[in-house]
């Protein structure tokens, strides 16, 4: 099977809300858990102001990430997922939901954690390029960036998870120009995660 090379659309993701509401287990995967466990130890603030979270899916992450920011705005593709996740977190004011197709849609707003977890490789080559200029401008000076996604090939994916995170390693170093720095990665058997900081202005 071909890899597509154009982004999945909100149309899969409703399909597949519609037939699962809970399509990757995320309430009972103990792979889940232990990911999310990983993911909440890896941001290195205890609070944050303005957080963004790219994939929301039905909130379950979104509850735990909320405790620790004083605003966050989690956006899902799916019509489904974001109704879910709004349900989930009704008792969370700190909390904003919306449904949002990025790159095509993007906040006007400034962040100091964004959270990129299990929704690079839905998209191109070319929109993730998009995503991360538009991401790494949002982010604001030493402001945080975390990745987190699956490793193995799927094939109805247009990326695997190792080729949306090289293409954010590729703006982290030491030249001026780089506006990422790296400050610690992990890879585990089916997942890596990545945490980059933003440089300061100069």
């Not at 929109?127 to 987190?148: C, E, R, S, W, Y």
Request: glycine letters at 4%; aromatic letters at 10%.
């Amino acid at each position: 099977m071909e890899k597509p090379t154009k982004s999945l659309d909100a149309e899969f993701f409703n399909e597949m809300y519609q037939r699962n509401e809970d399509p990757w287990d995320f309430e009972n995967s103990p792979y889940e858990r232990e990911k999310y466990e990983a993911t909440l130890r890896a941001i290195p603030n205890p609070v944050y102001d303005n957080a963004f979270e790219i994939g929301c899916s039905n909130g379950v992450l979104s509850e735990k990430l909320a405790r620790r920011c004083k605003h966050l705005l989690a956006v899902d593709a799916s019509e489904i997922a974001t109704e879910n996740a709004r349900k989930r977190l009704v008792d969370f004011q700190s909390v904003e939901v919306r449904e949002m197709i990025v790159p095509n849609n993007f906040p006007n707003e400034n962040f100091d954690l964004i959270l990129f977890s299990e929704v690079g490789y839905f998209l191109s080559r070319e929109d993730l390029a998009i995503t991360k200029d538009k991401m790494i401008n949002a982010l604001l000076p030493k402001g945080h960036l975390l990745m987190v996604h699956w490793t193995p090939i799927v094939e109805e994916f247009p990326l695997t998870g190792d080729e949306v995170h090289e293409l954010f390693i590729e703006s982290a170093g030491n030249e001026k120009s780089d506006p990422l720095i790296h400050l610690y990665g992990r890879r585990e058997d089916q997942y890596r995660l990545d945490l980059f900081e933003k440089k300061p202005e100069l």
